[in-house]
């Protein structure tokens, strides 16, 4: 069965500073990744997926995340926070019959 | 090309009852699926919906059910609710593409709220 674990409930960061999203995974085969993020009373967004091609992932509004197999982690960057990015965010595993895993999730909060 | 669909958004109802939540896939998009969302329990898998077929099911009591119409329009009932059952409902929707790569494109939710 594949699982993933955010090693961080929550993240603050100023903004204009890099925001770092930790996500490890467990997975018996090569699987399929997610970011989703979610704002207050809003469904969620998909920011970026990873299916075994390149193992840098470019995302909208600048979010992107490496696959790293050795570490069995898909961590999710931005280089530079902007206060709309403050909402909760959902790293998923899939199996290949799509039955997604989510994560906890990480409150990012943005500071001015 | 309109998004995810979801009606009600909010719904109050009292223990015992049952309630019924509709969801309206992306055009073109054949899978449906539910998810259940608690600030204890998380985002937790309910079932999917593929042309009319129940393809996939979380770990859920059979008070949840589901079924999904021609035009994969989805609906699901929840009967007896418990206090427990008060949770956001997400439905998503996608091509329906087994492998695992399949994006699931989520609606803004059904609140529901049990007293």
């Known amino acids: 069965a594949q699982s993933v674990t955010q090693l961080d409930s929550h993240v603050s960061v100023s903004e204009g500073t890099p925001v770092l999203l930790r996500c490890n995974y467990s997975?018996?085969?090569?699987?399929?990744l997610f970011w989703y993020v979610q704002h207050p009373n809003k469904g969620l967004q998909l920011l970026l997926k990873?299916?075994?091609?390149?193992?840098l992932v470019k995302g909208i509004n600048g979010f992107e995340a490496e696959f790293k197999k050795s570490e069995t982690s898909f961590h999710l960057t931005k280089p530079s926070a902007h206060m709309s990015d403050a909402a909760e965010y959902f790293c998923v595993v899939s199996a290949r019959n799509n039955d997604m895993r989510f994560g906890a999730g990480t409150r990012l909060t943005v500071k001015p | 090309k309109a998004g995810v669909t979801q009606t009600p958004r909010y719904l109050i109802k009292t223990r015992g009852q049952q309630v019924t939540l509709s969801c309206s896939p992306i055009s073109g998009h054949r899978s449906v699926s539910w998810y259940q969302q608690t600030p204890g329990q998380g985002l937790q898998f309910l079932f999917e919906y593929f042309s009319e077929t129940q393809r996939n099911k979380g770990n859920f009591p059979g008070r949840f059910s589901g079924r999904q119409f021609s035009n994969s329009r989805s609906e699901m009932n929840v009967s007896t609710l418990e206090l427990g059952d008060s949770a956001l409902y997400l439905c998503?929707?996608?091509?329906?593409?087994?492998?695992?790569?399949?994006?699931?494109?989520f609606g803004p939710g059904t609140r529901l709220t049990v007293t």
């Open positions: 990873y299916t075994s091609a390149a193992t």
């Open positions: 998503a929707s996608s091509f329906g593409h087994t492998g695992g790569s399949d994006e699931q494109y």
């Open positions: 997975s018996s085969y090569s699987p399929s």
